[in-house]
């Protein structure tokens, strides 16, 4: 297992992270989880500016282009070990600090990067999945809505609970019992012509794919695709349903409790329209 | 510095935390801050049970008695230094894992404890604290209300805030406007008899010395101590204003904008029963 996975910090191989370190203390960082095709990281742009977005929110200082250079020398690593498909974690934390929740003045971010062969082949779309509904609700907090942090409890305990139920992803609410999401991705409504999302202006996180059906591949199909207020009733009536992230792409959706989905030819074109774009 | 700090990995002196860690990857974790007072760790049974809390609430396998082994290890190191005041951070990471958000159906949680000595004399109260109010509100999460989890991006933003306001410390409120705590210490306020702190239902962390305020020290005051909803307008009109934290004990509050305080007896008072039971 050791030789399918490899792990940077600050450029260099590593196998630990020195301490203190304030993305363990707090979760004073960021993350990102690319997609690698035989080496090439997938739409590497529009990650590192949501990754931007993010350290300008929590003040952290200029970081992207090592950032974005230590990526790349991951990616050739990948490359070089000829692994087909593997996915990059690439972690930015506040690194040390002095004890207590104020960061220093002058923070030296520490970039810390994982790189895991994948056994699939990602250019084919996963089969429809099961969805069940997350107990725990997404919390209120637009200061920190549609970035993709280190703060990730509410996360972690609706897959535990998902693992527990034997569902392949769940529904998430926010406070208010409006859709936000799934677990590990963005969630799309199929109306019609019309591809709807959940907005994220109170919380959530902005996935680059989510990005990507709203800005390019709806309308290249002909759909009309916007983010909008949505609830359960909405997810019921929909025509198909179909949740997005970085490995996926996009997975249709079979089931949420007694709703089925038998078709999914939405989800199927644009995920072939995913699939023309790879490397 | 170095000489002043001591970190343990599992009982065993470190520097660094072997990757991956889901302490670091998601905030998959707890903490607790303890005051060492020639070594002795003050009110241990009431932060670990807490950490009980927080264990149980994040499913994390039985581990509280390695914790309060590894706890006296530190502990008896602070001691053999012969610091005189120390702060000892624990922390409990679900430990590592496969990548994704699903924790493993047996983690192996790892402990990390880092002891600091202090260089103030903490059985002096402090001088009374300016207070800002923060922009940054708590979220509702009842999921997680009251427990000391390592999920802290919002304190981290609001004490940036405060340091670059210049205060003391900073207000917090929740989602609807109503008072929770302030960054780094739970909120009291003097009404007349009366000792009102927020409650902790929806969100906050439920301090130590807050409990030992509602349940021992306000009695032998003779004062009605209770959690309330509270606003901003009761904080405005009332007597006097505190807070506590394990390292400050009690601290008064002096100002917040342009309300300001002149005495503060009932702080003192507790803050003297307080003393009277430092080892």
Known sequence: MSAQTATWLDGAPTSALPL????????DGLFETLLLCRGAP??????????QRGLQALA?????????????VAANVARDRGWPWAVLRLTVSRGPGPRGYTPPESSQPRIIITATE????CSQMSGPASLSLATLRWPLQPALAGLKHLNRLEQVLAAAERRDRGTDEAIMLDQQGQLVSVIAGNLFLVQGKRVLTPA???CGIAGTRRQLVLEQWAARLGLQAQASTLGLQDLASADEVFFS???LGLRPV?????????????????FDLYRDELP
Chains 1, 2 share one sequence.
Do not use: M
Request: glycine residues 6%; charged residues 25%.
């Open 200 to 202: 994220l202006d109170t």
């Open 118 to 121: 994948l056994d699939r082949d």
């Open 20 to 27: 203190p370190d304030r993305g363990l203390d707090f979760g």
């Open 60 to 72: 952290f200082p200029e970081c992207l282009a090592t950032a974005r250079q230590q990526l790349e």
């Open 42 to 51: 997938l739409y590497a742009d529009i990650h590192l500016r949501r990754l």
């Open 245 to 247: 992230n970085s490995l």
């Open 254 to 270: 079979a089931s949420f409790g007694e709703h089925q989905w038998h078709s999914h030819p939405t989800c199927q074109a644009l």
